[in-house]
């Protein structure tokens, strides 16, 4: 079936690296622009960035641009996040999510993953 | 980016409606029909109800509607169950290319 799985989060400390990871299943990955969301704990959903199916545009929320890159592997169907300089205020649940509509994209999101946690805490 | 505003809370008994408003900018809702919203349950993913401001996606109850007017989008459902009780999320399309959400609406059944 249709389907996201996130990896990659963990605590890290203010300052490190992390790096996401999305694999997806059950459709044609690389007809679809792919999305990252996060929600901190308690919060709302606040979008972090968007990859186009093709990986030709690539845009971010101005709190991570920067410091967080967004790549896909089509020849792998996996998705990433790599985050870089992380802050505490990056501590959130991080969803990868796929654009509703192939190629086009409509920036709305019908497939989520299960979310992965990442902490930022010394 | 601001965030879009949303009502903090609503509540409505079984069988009746509500709405959800979802206030932008003509730089967001009001420049685009890509007008999203989404409901969601404690400690879940959220589910996309409705998108283009107002298509549901296959197998979502056609008791969940959308709509727009101006720089406000608007979310009715009808018929209130008590499995609608959840937190519901509008998202828009900017002018920057990116994607800005709202704070959240919290829907409470009586």
Known sequence: QVQLVESGGGVVQPGRSLRLSCAASGFTFSNYGMHWVRQAPGKGLEW??????????????DSVKGRFTISRDNSKNTLYLQMN???A???AVYYCARDVVAVAGHDAFDIWGQGTLVTVSS | QSALTQPASVSGSPGQSITISCTGTSSDVGGYKYVS??????????KLMVYDVTNRPSGVSNRF???????????TISGLQAEDEADYYCSSYTSSSTVVFGGGTKLTVL
């Open chain 1, 48 to 61: 972090v960035a968007i990859i186009w199916y093709d990986g030709s545009h690539k845009y971010y929320a």
């Open chain 1, 85 to 87: 300089s992380l802050r």
């Open chain 1, 89 to 91: 205020e990056d501590t």
């Open chain 2, 37 to 46: 919203w989404y409901q969601q349950h404690p400690g879940k993913a959220p």
């Open chain 2, 65 to 75: 509607s959308g709509s727009k007017s101006g720089n406000t989008a608007s979310l």
